[in-house]
């Protein structure tokens, strides 16, 4: 691997980034807009007074996490994007650049990425709410964040796989994915809040341990370092599974000679 | 030398054969026509050559090496340009130059960029949108950065396609200066004969994936004793066309008797 043909690539990203107005927005528009959303909703909740539940910080943890699981998934799969839109990925390909490389470099940038949307939600969250997540999490964010970073890279990988498999029109489908797997992460309710068929679809997704360890730290303060393994389980097994299945797809637009056709 | 080394190369796309068994050498510093009307397997051969496109059989040898288990290390000598294939619209012109400079792992790369810029003629442009640039400036934009590593092989797929012909004829006029001053080896494909002609010290000529004929611009004129390439063209690709009427024509006759 060589560092060079990874700068390039971030100099690429930061130039496309750096005035484009509709790129700034995808990164903190929506975060912002959830956690205002959130924000407000949670905040009337816990005037309905029920219980003892601590619903501002359930919620405000729940949502801050699922952007940032967004975040990082959106980083893979809309660098790789950009490329095909532009019929870059063949300049790209034509010089000596790895697909490991081309890789590392969207993973750097989900993971800048994270980092600057978790420090503008984190924020305003503290300003508005006055929900400290760093209070909150302490240490445990940081094998929280790392949990949904991985969890995000997968989920790139699997959704830029199909891109390259289907072409661009499957982007819609694509994205929906993510949607698509909200209900079964346990991100707003415990995994008892489904119905008991549906618990097996929770517990393959690696997101679920991180959404009900946060819940369990905020409970009763203890690390529930079980639901941790299992994430970390569950998503060395996803990363693998996805990477192996990026390069067949890549390997097969080679076989047949469709690198300059994805838009088609 | 032989800089390539092309045996029995192959291409199917499901039904279509698109490059049937071709073998070739590139020698040293020379330009090399690879000339054949749409459809002939121009395209798929270079990308053949570039390891986008995995061949279905058949082997290419890089400067002495096997292409695909030496990628890495051929590509650094290697560049491609083809006014089908610009550069990001997104970024600026010295943006973009600056972006593939370092993909490259260019060592002085203001230098690089400010010699290429004068060479190609696009200083005057190096702040502007790429996307804002004419047909003419986008192809010289694309020589520029197919110059950034110094390459040892060019491929170039139809470098002057679409342009005006007083612009066509300037950028042929850069590619042979480059050559000479360089000694790259270039492979040049093109259906236009006047200009493969003029530019070109070898001709590949290729139709249907074969290669039908191949020579100097000047044997083949000679060979096929017309005046110019043109002529040459027309004579062999309707040979081929002619020929397989006759095929077709045979087992016709064969499948009614
Ligand atoms: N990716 C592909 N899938 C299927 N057929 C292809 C593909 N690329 C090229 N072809 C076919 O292979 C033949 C050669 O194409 P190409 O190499 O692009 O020719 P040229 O560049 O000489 O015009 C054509 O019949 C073309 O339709
Ligand atoms: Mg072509």
Redesign the interface.
Known sequence: MKWHRIKALLIRYMYLNKRSLPRLMDIFYWPVLDLLLWGFLSFYLEKLNMGNLNVVTLLLGAIIFWDLLSQSQRAVAVSFLEEVWEKNLLNLFVAPLRISEFLVSTILIGFFRVILVGLVMGSLGLLFYHFNIIGQFGFYLIIFLLNLLIFGWSLGLLIIGFILRFGTSAQIIAFGFMVLIQPFSAVFYPVSALPESLRYIAYILPSTYVFEGMRAVIASSAFPWSQLGLALLTNAIYLVLTCWFFYRMFARIKEKGTIMRLND | MYIVEVKNLT?K?RSVT?VDGISFGLPQGKIIGLLGPNGAGKT?TI?ML?????PTSGSIRIFGKELHSH??????K???SSP?????????VW?NL????????VKNIKAKIAELSDLFGIEDFMQKMTSLLSTGQLTRLNLA?AFLNDPELLLLDEPTASLDPDIADRIRKMLKKVQQDKGVTILYTSHNMVEVEEICDQIIFINKGRIVDEGTPTELVKKYGHRDMNDVFLTIVREGEAKELVVDIKKHTNEVA
Do not use: M
Not at chain 2, 71 to 76: F, Q, V
């Open positions: 291409k796309f698109a798929t990308q570039l390891d986008l496109i995995t990628r890495e290390e051929i590509l650094n290697v560049n491609f089908y294939v610009s550069l990001p619209s997104n970024l600026k943006e600056n972006v593939f400079a370092n993909l490259y792992g950065k």
